[in-house]
């Protein structure tokens, strides 16, 4: 492994955390997440596993650029391929806003679907957002691969769960950008259906070369398909002060 | 983005016709409210201050004032519209509609108009011409007529025992509202009320075929002198006060009396000048001095005071002051001099007057025009001049009789009919007027005028002034009740947009981790505020129309035409719904702003 110290990054390296950390109080309580190294290679499929409270959905919100770290040595994006990578820490709302809009895919915990938007639209959204025309063969494809081509003129209410969840990934995936962040995808379904969605969804991703970080409590689940783990370290100094450390695990 | 915010109402779209129904139940009473301020307040206020009843100046007194009097009322700025009225008592007729007969007739009031009569043209009638009138609304009631029917008018008049009549046919051009009058009355032109009157005082209206009199000028003097070849009884002396009216008598010596009459009366004769110090007497009065000294063999010379006029000679431009004289007729048989031409014959007018002048003052007998200095209009009468010997300077010396007649004209109007030679009455003036100040500022300036001239009046000073103070107090009134509604909707508005955005919190924030930021994602809330709050407002609106029309049906009997309880005008319409929907984007994105603020991942994890 490269020595990732060093200011250029790897060739398809797409995104570089070094030295971030975040911190929070809540009242006398303080909880801080420190980040050493978080260093992702164009085409993996990250898992991020940890207890509630540990800090990954924080990890998640700073990848998908909705906060902002307290501090951080590099914070540095390469997911667009020909385009340079860009330290985001230098950059405003509205660029933030640009590259989530453009080079992000979300699955959210419970879908994240607009309830007044039928299937169809809202998997066209993120084209339409986009500028892209709303239907492409590709959508096409995925929506086909996911089993939800029947679900489409129906309004997300009268979906099951787990078609829900499918309906999130193509979302996701319906403007081909070359990151998707999953926030505990498979939380809400059950065990059988989680593989299902599991599989599907790192046969997609693997397709299309897009980097995938999965947030997820559930170990077992998503090792098997992981090419690498991060977890995090507690610690509490004090009474009040609660530490947590980004590290990698070894997963094979 | 506009489809985005339409979808999700539509998606919702119980919640969002609640919504709207809450705010325009908030907004449909404020409407109502201020419709009604609009509506009721401004008819109120419309009826209290632009009732030209309340513009009316009305004469406490009856002093007569003579044409020329209202001439410069009529041009006062302040002054609307003034017109003469006859005497109370000669305005009352009888009338009926002429298809239904004598049954239908009713005892109704005249009241004289003229052009541009408010009380008239302010209530919804025509001004009438000469042969046609305006009713109010009772005497329309009363005699059960429309406006296009015919009316006969009857006036009367007793003579003795024997009652008389005149007719004339009026159109009915028009009906007065209730508000102008609240007794029966007629509204005419005043030559017709004119005419009415005259009727009653006896006299004939060649112009209807009403039969009477000719107002034919009598004379007047200031006394008499009893001229007798014997001085009489003294007893008979004091009988001459008693009875007669005259007040004073005197004997005074020859130049006393040759000055004061303007002529002599030989020496032989004893005199005696009867006078009064007040008013001049009619002829009754001479007859009655005849009568106490019936056989006593005495001639009495009837005499005016102090009578002034200008002669212009024919072909002369110049006028010259003249005294004129009273020369008695019978003064010829006692041999005064200068010597009459003339006899005092009763009733034989003539075309023109004789009136002896010094010689030097005219070259030949000739016509010259009598021009009267005592009257307020001018009397002037032709007059043949004949030039005689003994008729001092700058005087005239005419028949006792026209004498007489001209100092009539130095107490009133008196025409001269040049085609028979008579002096007719003209009238006097007028009783009374109707007066309406051109602005409800204007009537207590009019009042403080009329009274600094003597002129006693009544106005709705005290009226007008609680009207506007009332005015000022219901404005006020209703400010405060409409501060206090205009408040707690638009904290119900703000509050009821607030939370629609707090609950799409979830939404908005899914659409910001789709990457929308900035201008386009508070474009979101901003729409559906909009169209939730213009929604509600045109519900509110359709409310209100509703609402107004039910009312205004309910109050129809009590409204005039043009008038309505409940209106709003337009501007106002459209400021309203500006306001709201100014107050539906500020309560949105003061929302907005709130959310902007919290993590969105919060948002995206609260479940």
Request: charged share 20%.
């Amino acid at each position: 492994m490269p020595d990732s110290t060093q200011t250029a990054p790897a060739a398809d390296e797409v995104i570089d955390l070094t030295g971030v950390s975040k911190r929070r109080e809540k009242g006398d309580q303080i909880f801080e997440l420190r980040i050493p190294r978080f260093r992702i290679q164009r085409g993996e499929f990250i898992a991020i596993v940890g207890e509630s409270g540990c800090g990954k959905s924080t990890l998640l919100d700073m990848l998908g650029l909705l906060l902002t770290p307290t501090s951080c040595d590099r914070f540095r994006y390469a997911v667009r391929h020909p385009q340079p990578a860009v330290d985001i820490d230098r950059m405003d709302a509205r660029q933030l806003a640009a590259i989530r809009r453009r080079d992000m895919g979300y699955v959210l915990q419970s879908g994240g679907l607009l309830p007044f938007l039928k299937v169809r639209d809202n998997i066209r959204l993120p084209r339409r957002i986009n500028g892209l025309a709303p239907d492409s063969p590709s959508v096409n494809r995925i929506c086909d691969r996911l089993g939800i081509t029947g679900q489409l003129p129906k309004l997300p209410a009268f979906l099951s769960g787990g078609q829900r969840q499918r309906v999130a990934i193509a979302r996701a995936l319906a403007h081909e950008p070359p990151l998707v962040l999953a926030d505990e995808p498979t939380a809400a379904v059950d065990k059988l259906t989680a593989r299902e969605i599991r599989d599907t969804f790192k046969e997609l991703t693997s397709q299309m070369g897009v980097t995938v970080i999965v947030v997820t409590h559930d170990l077992d689940l998503m090792l098997p398909v992981s090419d690498r783990a991060f977890t995090f370290a507690l610690e509490k100094p004090t009474g009040s002060h609660t530490l947590s450390t980004c590290i990698e695990q070894a997963i094979r | 983005m506009l489809r985005l915010a339409l979808a999700d109402l539509w998606h919702e779209w119980i919640l969002t016709a609640c919504l709207m129904l809450a705010i325009c139940a908030v907004i449909a009473p404020l409407l109502l409210l201020f419709g009604l301020k609009y509506g009721t307040i401004e008819t109120l206020r419309h009826r209290l201050i632009q009732d030209p009843k309340n513009r009316e100046v009305r004469p406490l007194s009856s002093v007569s004032h003579p044409k020329e009097w209202f001439e410069s009322m009529q041009s006062d700025p302040k002054v609307a519209f003034v017109t003469p009225m006859t005497r109370q008592i000669a305005a009352s007729v009888t009338m009926w509609v002429k298809d239904s007969g004598p049954d239908s007739k009713q005892d109704l009031d005249l009241i004289p108009t003229g052009e541009g009569d408010p009380l008239v043209l302010e209530n919804g009638a025509p001004v009438p011409s000469f042969g046609e009138c305006v009713l109010t609304e009772f005497a329309a009631e009363a005699i059960g007529a429309a406006a296009g029917d015919t009316l006969i008018m009857e006036a009367s008049r007793m003579r003795g025992s024997r009652r008389e009549t005149g007719t004339t046919e009026l159109k009915v051009t028009g009906i007065v509202s209730r508000r102008a009058s609240a007794i029966k009355a007629v509204f005419v032109p005043l030559p017709l009320l004119e005419d009415v009157e005259s009727f009653k005082d006896g006299l004939g209206i060649p112009a209807l075929n009403w039969p009477g009199d000719k107002p034919l000028a009598y004379p007047l003097f200031d006394g008499v002198v009893v001229s007798t070849a014997t001085p009489l009884p003294t007893l008979l002396q004091s009988r001459l006060r008693a009875n007669t009216g005259f007040t004073r008598i005197a004997s005074p010596a020859a130049p006393a009396l040759a000055n004061a009459l303007g002529y002599t009366i030989p020496e032989t004769q004893s005199n005696l000048l009867l006078s009064t110090e007040l008013r001049p007497l009619a002829d009754s009065s001479i007859t009655a001095v005849e009568t106490q000294i019936r056989g006593y063999g005495a001639t009495i010379l009837p005499w005016v005071r102090d009578l002034q006029g200008t002669i212009q000679l024919q072909g002369n431009e110049d006028s010259k002051p003249v005294r004129i004289v009273s020369l008695p007729g019978d003064g010829k048989r006692i041999g005064i001099l200068p010597e009459p031409p003339w006899s005092e014959a009763v009733d034989e007018p003539e075309t023109s007057i004789s009136a002896l002048i010094h010689p030097d003052q005219t070259q030949n007998a000739g016509t010259a025009q009598l021009t009267l200095s005592q009257t307020d209009q001018p009397l002037i009468v032709p007059i043949r001049l004949i030039p005689s010997v003994g008729v001092p300077a700058d005087t005239i010396m005419v028949p006792s009789r026209t004498a007489g007649i001209l100092r009539l004209a130095t107490t009133r109007p008196l025409a001269y009919d040049t085609s028979n030679g008579h002096f007719l009455l003209s009238r006097r003036g007028y009783a009374g007027f109707r007066l309406y100040a051109r602005a409800l500022e204007d009537v207590d300036e009019l009042r403080r005028s009329f009274e600094s001239k003597g002129i006693p009046v009544h106005t709705e000073a005290q009226r007008i002034q609680t009207v506007i103070e009332m005015d000022r107090y219901l404005t006020l009134i209703f400010w405060l009740i409409a501060t206090v509604g205009i408040g707690g909707s638009m904290a119900s508005l703000v509050a009821s947009l607030y939370a629609s955005v707090e609950r799409k919190k979830r939404e908005l924030s899914v659409l910001r981790l789709l990457g929308l930021s900035g201008p386009k994602l508070f474009r979101f809330p901003l729409i559906q505020g909009a169209v939730i709050a213009g929604g509600a407002y045109l519900l509110a609106w359709g409310f209100f129309a509703a609402m107004a029309a039910v009312i205004n049906h309910l109050f129809r009997n009590h409204l005039q035409t043009g008038e309505s309880f409940c209106y709003l005008p337009v501007s106002t319409a459209l400021l309203a719904g500006a306001i709201i929907l100014g107050l539906a984007c500020l309560a949105a994105t003061a929302a907005l702003v709130r959310l902007a603020r919290i993590d969105p991942a919060e948002a995206l994890r609260d479940e």
